[in-house]
């Protein structure tokens, strides 16, 4: 792809990195562009309000620049996402005559770590084997595991086990080498290098050619050159003519944190393999036939060497281009008779809160109210749909019934109905919405205001009142990335949303 910033280098990837003018907020320059207003990056790392963060992925800088901007992450994204379409079409559209590529529907895919390789295929998977997917890429590490079902006429996978992930992507490499530097020059010496075209060259170096071809070997040298920043010489730890030497044990310090956390995710999916499978009873080996390294930092040789050192009984395996592999594995998942994820696992508890029978045995510890219709105490109890850790086959719809009273005068807004979908990540799925065990996840908007009275059911309520009661179905259904919650009502659908996993 031929960025912005970038031009003729044909990278796969472009930084997440926006920057706006101070006395224009609606300008900005974006991706590997120079850059010269109030900057922003790695924003997406800021989305993941319920992931965990290691020390070094504070944001800090990126959170203090969004509240001086008075914007949310939410607008940064949309602003990046929205230059990245443009400029996607427009790079698409100059390849071909004048009006060609209109003709044509298009599709964007957003992906999510469920990808897969021809290589791993061809070259190791058989039937029943199990295999660990890590996306390594720039903020985040996401993994996840898939067991062969089917190899032909058509890849068919199964989510073995929960995905897991975290805060441990290659920027933070990048983060350590300019730490280095600081403890070498100092802060108020680095605060001008910033500012000038040296550090950018700089940076793009161990970006781009240092980090990807380290081997993780101490007698390895890498330069990096600040052209023309005139550096004091520090020539003990490197430094000479504004050229840093950096051997390989002190590259190994900017990726030693990073890498840890990896393996630790690693063997975190590792283990649940192995205890599942143990579990049982699968005739299949315990463990893994391979580790399959994608994503940007998937490519990293030092990575991939760690991995194969920490795993020495599973193939590490690093397809070509690991850069676009989850670009790939996004356009195969839209190719059903090329491959296919069957079954997926829930990360959480999903469900909703509804109205039931007071128990005075069972329900003391609960609030109750009264329901004038049926005449009697009620509290609130969940309904889940799908268990933590279950395993749901994709486009299988989860389905319970329910029912409103609405009493006489019935108003036509009455009739638009907010269901919330809540989730939980307890181990025992709680029997009653709580604070701190249950949390709102998303709310499914239903209009029913086309529906006639003489059509609903009715009842007298114990408190002498015409009640109407609508009845109605909740569903949820596993999609690829995640569930369509939808309230339908005979086999009509008047309202549904779609979330993720997440």
Same mark, same amino acid.
Request: proline residues 5%; neutral net charge.
């Given at each position: 792809?031929?960025?912005?910033?970038?031009?003729?280098?044909?990278?796969?990837?472009?930084?997440?990195?926006?920057?706006?003018?101070?006395?224009?907020?609606?300008?900005?320059? @974006?991706?590997?562009?120079?850059?010269?207003?109030?900057?922003?990056?790695?924003?997406?790392?800021?989305?993941?309000?319920?992931?965990?963060?290691?020390?070094?992925?504070?944001?800090?800088? $990126?959170?203090?620049?969004?509240?001086?901007?008075?914007?949310?992450?939410?607008?940064?994204? +949309?602003?990046?996402?929205? &230059?990245?379409?443009?400029?996607?079409?427009?790079?698409?559209?100059?390849?071909?005559?004048?009006?060609?590529?209109? /003709?044509?529907?298009?599709?964007?895919?957003?992906?999510?770590?469920?990808?897969?390789?021809?290589?791993?295929?061809?070259?190791?998977?058989?039937?029943?084997?199990?295999?660990?997917?890590?996306?390594?890429?720039?903020?985040?590490?996401?993994?996840?595991?898939?067991?062969?079902?089917?190899?032909?006429? +058509?890849?068919?996978?199964?989510? #073995?086990?929960?995905?897991?992930?975290?805060?441990?992507?290659?920027?933070?490499?990048?983060?350590?080498?300019?730490?280095?530097?600081?403890?070498m020059i100092g802060e108020d010496e680095f605060h001008i290098l910033k500012k000038k075209f040296a550090w950018k060259e700089a940076r793009e170096r161990f970006d781009h050619y240092v980090k990807p071809r380290y081997r993780g070997t101490d007698d390895e040298t890498h330069l990096v050159s600040f052209p023309m920043a005139k550096l004091g010489n520090d020539i003990d730890n490197g430094l000479e003519d504004s050229c840093w030497s950096l051997k390989g044990r002190e590259i190994k310090r900017f990726f030693a944190p990073v890498v840890f956390d990896i393996e630790r995710l690693v063997e975190e999916q590792v283990q649940r393999i192995r205890t599942k499978r143990l579990s049982q009873g699968c005739s299949q080996s315990?463990?893994?036939?391979?580790?399959?390294?994608?994503?940007?930092?998937?490519?990293?040789?030092?990575?991939?060497?760690?991995?194969?050192?920490?795993?020495?009984?599973?193939?590490?395996?690093?397809?070509?281009?690991? @850069?676009?592999?989850?670009?790939?594995? &996004?356009?195969? $998942? #839209?190719?059903?008779?090329?491959?296919?994820?069957?079954?997926?696992?829930?990360?959480?508890? @999903?469900?909703? &809160?509804?109205?039931?029978?007071?128990?005075?045995?069972?329900?003391?510890?609960?609030?109750?109210?009264?329901?004038?219709?049926?005449?009697?105490?009620?509290?609130?109890?969940?309904?889940?749909?799908?268990?933590?850790?279950?395993?749901?086959?994709?486009?299988?719809?989860?389905?319970?019934?329910?029912?409103?009273?609405?009493?006489?005068?019935?108003? +036509?807004?009455? #009739?638009?109905?907010?269901?919330?979908?809540?989730?939980?990540?307890?181990?025992?799925?709680?029997?009653?919405?709580?604070?701190?065990?249950?949390?709102?996840?998303?709310?499914?908007?239903?209009?029913?205001?086309?529906?006639?009275?003489?059509?609903?059911?009715?009842? @007298? /309520?114990?408190? /002498?009142?015409?009640?109407?009661?609508?009845?109605?179905?909740?569903?949820?259904?596993?999609?690829?990335?995640?569930?369509?919650? &939808?309230?339908?009502?005979?086999?009509?659908?008047?309202?549904?949303?779609?979330?993720?996993?997440?």
């Amino acid at each position: 792809m031929n960025w912005p910033g970038l031009e003729g280098l044909n990278q796969p990837k472009v930084p997440t990195l926006i920057s706006y003018d101070p006395e224009n907020p609606g300008s900005f320059t @974006w991706g590997a562009q120079e850059h010269a207003g109030i900057t922003v990056e790695h924003f997406k790392l800021l989305l993941g309000e319920d992931q965990g963060k290691p020390s070094y992925a504070t944001g800090r800088h $990126s959170a203090a620049n969004l509240k001086r901007l008075g914007k949310s992450v939410e607008e940064v994204t +949309r602003d990046y996402m929205k &230059a990245l379409y443009d400029h996607a079409l427009s790079n698409i559209a100059s390849r071909y005559p004048s009006g060609y590529v209109n /003709g044509f529907q298009k599709k964007f895919i957003l992906t999510v770590p469920a990808v897969w390789s021809d290589h791993a295929k061809d070259a190791t998977l058989k039937v029943g084997d199990a295999f660990v997917v890590c996306d390594a890429g720039g903020g985040t590490a996401d993994l996840i595991s898939y067991e062969a079902k089917k190899l032909s006429p +058509r890849l068919e996978l199964t989510e #073995l086990v929960e995905p897991n992930g975290g805060m441990a992507g290659s920027v933070f490499v990048n983060k350590y080498f300019e730490q280095g530097l600081i403890d070498m020059i100092g802060e108020d010496e680095f605060h001008i290098l910033k500012k000038k075209f040296a550090w950018k060259e700089a940076r793009e170096r161990f970006d781009h050619y240092v980090k990807p071809r380290y081997r993780g070997t101490d007698d390895e040298t890498h330069l990096v050159s600040f052209p023309m920043a005139k550096l004091g010489n520090d020539i003990d730890n490197g430094l000479e003519d504004s050229c840093w030497s950096l051997k390989g044990r002190e590259i190994k310090r900017f990726f030693a944190p990073v890498v840890f956390d990896i393996e630790r995710l690693v063997e975190e999916q590792v283990q649940r393999i192995r205890t599942k499978r143990l579990s049982q009873g699968c005739s299949q080996s315990h463990e893994p036939r391979a580790i399959l390294l994608v994503g940007g930092f998937g490519a990293s040789m030092h990575l991939k060497q760690s991995l194969q050192q920490k795993f020495p009984l599973i193939e590490v395996v690093q397809p070509p281009d690991a @850069w676009a592999t989850i670009v790939k594995g &996004a356009v195969l $998942s #839209l190719m059903p008779d090329k491959a296919i994820v069957t079954t997926s696992i829930s990360k959480k508890h @999903w469900g909703v &809160a509804a109205s039931c029978p007071y128990d005075a045995t069972l329900d003391s510890s609960q609030e109750k109210h009264y329901n004038y219709c049926d005449g009697e105490y009620k509290v609130f109890k969940m309904t889940w749909f799908v268990s933590k850790e279950q395993e749901l086959d994709r486009n299988k719809k989860v389905s319970f019934a329910f029912e409103r009273q609405l009493p006489e005068p019935l108003n +036509r807004d009455d #009739l638009v109905f907010h269901d919330n979908l809540m989730t939980s990540n307890v181990v025992q799925a709680p029997k009653y919405p709580a604070s701190g065990l249950t949390k709102e996840h998303c709310i499914v908007k239903a209009d029913l205001r086309g529906l006639k009275k003489h059509n609903l059911r009715t009842k @007298w /309520g114990h408190d /002498g009142r015409l009640y109407y009661i609508v009845d109605y179905d909740l569903t949820l259904t596993a999609i690829s990335a995640g569930f369509q919650f &939808a309230l339908e009502r005979k086999g009509r659908k008047f309202g549904s949303m779609e979330t993720k996993w997440e």
